[in-house]
């Protein structure tokens, strides 16, 4: 049988890939290379794509949690016989503390089953599948350790119980009864050009990654509203952090669909431009400012000089820039939906708000620009120069629109935000005449935004100039300092994107959206803080963050009608959209006189926001 719904499944990570595992006990996701690399179990995608699953025999219940301040999974199986713990994590490198952890993970699934009560029949089942299911390795028996080698990959199994190999699978049954541990390693290696893969005991590694998480999680102060979930929502971010680069991806997952058996199934296991500022602030307001740190060092990296061509949107994890789209037509897909896809053509995509996300973080961050590396001023210079150029430019849109470019208000605010803070730099990034040129760019950009934005006839600021179409993405306006929360046609416009694109506290990005887009409901959340009206917020946020899974986790997208959990997952955008609107609530409260904590944002940082797709 296929997985279950999306919202099922908990999430594991280790700084360079991530797992998922549903209720009952299943990995129906692992791409052990790197988070975008092939999978190896993929049963998320197709029956026959590879899982590995460990439960009780016989009828089940179960109840699950992740163990305090990690992302170390423990699922309790309920029998008639007894119950019994799974506890799954993907192991960080022994001895791997603080910001250390996720930078030289060992590349090994950890399992560990402890009878809790009575004595459970216990039934494994192992079905790796190579090449997002493409390839059946012959499974060998080498000593207790059961081998599987295809093309470029290879995995090897050693557990507490016989294992029986039968051509690509391996299976085990076993009774575990109160108080018995049995520990089960899986690790990955690539078949050339490395050593074997790494076995190591169960319940050391299951230890070791508990004791990592936490180290991480003790650094991270944040005292504002809603601790626990901008906690749980800080250490989603991280996770979905690849290690060595500092590159946090924008979902775990490919092709899961923004409605089931529809065919806007893409591939978000990469790098978005456009989440820059928006995860820097997350970060900054989650006391986490040494990732913040690694997340502008990257990025500078990988955008090199900015010439006269498109400004790159994203990336792959150490900064690749080809990422070419293609279908995997050997699988049907999430619930029917097809085409599952890897890569994201949308790489090739003008989207002019990323000149906006970059200068925006690099305002957030200028204390620590100070002096400003040659390389950087160089980056930002480029950014202000082309947003003074490419703002009079149609282009896809935050929503990456594969029919037509625009001209997207959104990506003009950008535009704006990014010769508004190229501004306040001034001297430190340009000279007197560049400064006095940006300066006139963002006055024009402002006049044109004010003018073809706002339709009279709607009373709102709509998409795109000239347009009569509504969209979320314009509550990004008072979010950047572009307009006040409390203008009146901005206020109209908050009110007219809530009533008609809003349902039960869900908004959708615009008429035709099937679902709710998580950020943009945020963004509605931080507008109404912005905007003074705090009770109102706080009611809409605890809607909001009511609608995670049991693990705290939120896909992209949520139905308005069911709830239902859509799109890939975890959805770093959501979570980071969750920080950010805590973050302005507290400062809400602050301006209120309703709490005296200390603030959400360090002192001197900026308090901007910025969007995506």
Known sequence: MQSGRISEHGFLADGRSAALVDRAGSVNWWCPGRFDAASVFGRLLGDDAGHWSIRPAGDFRTERSYLDDTLVLRTVFHTARGSVAVTDALALEPGARGHDIGVRSPGVLARVVAGLSGAVPVRLEYRPRFEYGRVTALLTDDGGVVRATAGADRLALRGDAPLDCVGGEASARF?????????????????YGGGPPDLPDACRAVAETVAGWRSWAALHGYRGRHREQVRRSAMVVQGMTYGPSGAVVAAATTSLPEQPGGDRNYDYRFVWVRDFSLTLQALWRAACPDEANRQFSWVSRAMGLIGDEAVPIMYGVQGERDLT????????GYEGSRPVLIGNDAWTQRQNDVLGEILDAA????????????????????MADRAAVDWRRPDAGMWEARDAERHYLSSKVQCWT???RAVRF?????????????????????????????????????????????????????????????????RATMDLIEGRLGHDGLLRRWGGDPAGFVICSFWLVSCLALAGELDRAERLFGQLAGRVNDLGLYAEQIDQATGEQLGNFPQAFSHIGLINAAGRLTEAAERAGRMTAAPAVPRGAAATEGARR
């Open 426 to 490: 001034g001297p430190r990034l340009g000279d007197p005449p560049d400064v006095q040129r940006w300066a006139a760019a963002r006055d024009e950009v402002r006049a044109a935004v004010l003018d073809r934005g706002w339709n009279e006839r709607v009373g709102a600021y709509t998409g795109a100039f000239d347009s009569d179409r509504l969209d979320a993405s314009v509550l990004l306006m008072p979010l950047v300092g572009f307009l006040p929360a409390d203008d009146p046609r901005m």
């Open 325 to 332: 789209e293609h279908a995997l037509r050997h699988l049907p």
């Open 175 to 191: 009774t575990v009864r109160a108080g018995e541990t049995y520990g089960f390693t899986l690790g990955f290696a690539p078949t």
């Open 363 to 382: 305002w957030l961050m200028r204390h620590y620009l100070d002096p400003m590396a040659p390389e950087v001023r160089e980056l930002l210079r480029g």
């Open 418 to 420: 990014a010769l508004d």
